[in-house]
């Protein structure tokens, strides 16, 4: 049972931020979701933040672009009949967001390698469009090492968004536009989540961007699923995608817009490198010590309360940054 007796002004503040998106963390991580990078709602917001900003000849485009995606049909029923036609175009944008983790527990997909967090050869790099039913998991994320100055994998979250922003503004066939959008959908989100850039080194070895940092005594199992779900997370993994999107649509409207300078910063490299320096000194801080764990992160904590203003933050940047790609290069 919560109480609310005795709390400090900064216990305060954080209680009356969480409460303004009904996304408090800890109340809806109820099961341990798969390591993803932003659960679906953080997706979906980013999403919303995007779609807010796309022109009108933009959002033609990738309505078209997107009805092309095998899963419309599903997406689309899932809209309630009765919405407007501008909105349903808006939800399935939202949708769209999160097919690259979707793909993950469909059964028509499959891992690629031994090691399915690991490019495994030439059908790695691949970008053929919908006939590819590889998962692709290590696309989502840059393990970009500290402190040692070990290889980054590839390819990776920042080879294939530079890859897919190439389809997108040339001439190649909208069916493979069509795959790359949904990719990009995605994982320009993913890059915006500081653990999804960057993999601490501990006895010669990765930490898989935190998930082999166990935590203890909160909703989420490890620093990485914790970070995933700071934006909000669903026991049932957004299945029902319109109770999600209408978590998302409150986040997203609560969300204090990015500055125009770093909106209209479209270097990929300097998203990452910005999620990186931000893994380093917001994410690796106390109470996560050195080593694996397990640590506690007290709800209501200053951690707690700085790592959600970040995610606000970055969810609020990645949305803006989205849409001036697809603005600017959608062609």
């Not at 109820?30 to 807010?52: E, F, K, N, R, S």
Request: hydrophobic fraction near 40%; aromatic fraction near 10%; proline fraction near 7%.
């Amino acid at each position: 049972m919560l109480t609310f007796l005795m709390v400090t002004p900064e216990q305060q503040t954080s209680l009356m931020t969480m409460l303004r998106t009904c996304l408090c963390t800890f109340l809806f991580a109820l099961l341990t979701a798969p390591a993803l990078a932003w659960g679906p709602i953080g997706h979906m917001a980013v999403a919303y933040g995007a779609y807010q900003s796309l022109t009108p000849a933009t959002k033609a485009r990738v309505r078209d672009l997107l009805k092309l995606n095998p899963d419309y049909p599903e997406w689309n029923k899932q809209v309630p009949a009765s919405t407007s036609a501008a909105d349903h175009d808006m939800i399935i944008f939202m949708i769209a967001a999160t097919w690259a983790d979707d793909i993950k527990g469909d059964s028509k997909y499959s891992d690629d390698g031994p090691d399915p967090n690991a490019p495994n050869g030439a059908s790695s790099s691949q970008n053929i469009g919908y006939t590819d039913l590889f998962r692709h998991r290590y696309w989502h994320f840059v393990d970009t090492p500290f402190p040692s100055d070990l290889p980054i994998p590839t390819p990776n979250a920042e080879t294939q968004i530079v890859a897919f922003r190439a389809v997108l503004a040339s001439s190649q066939p909208d069916g493979l536009k069509s795959y790359d959008i949904v990719w990009l959908l995605h994982l320009i989100g993913d890059v915006h989540q500081p653990l999804h850039a960057a993999t601490r080194i501990t006895q010669s070895k990765g930490d898989a961007g935190g998930n082999a940092v166990k935590l203890f005594g909160d909703a989420a199992s490890n620093l990485h699923s914790y970070w995933d779900d700071l934006p909000g997370s669903d026991g049932s993994f957004c299945k029902d995608k319109i109770h999600c999107v209408n978590r998302a649509m409150v986040l997203g409207r609560s969300l204090k817009p990015a500055s125009s300078k770093a909106s209209h910063n479209t270097n990929t490299a300097a998203w990452i490198r910005e999620s990186f320096d931000y893994a380093r000194t917001e994410v690796y801080k106390t109470p996560i010590g050195p080593g694996e764990g397990p640590y506690t992160i007290v709800p209501y904590s200053l951690y707690e309360t700085r790592a959600f203003r970040l995610a606000e933050k970055r969810i609020a940047l990645g949305g803006a940054r989205l849409a001036q790609v697809l603005n600017n290069e959608l062609k």
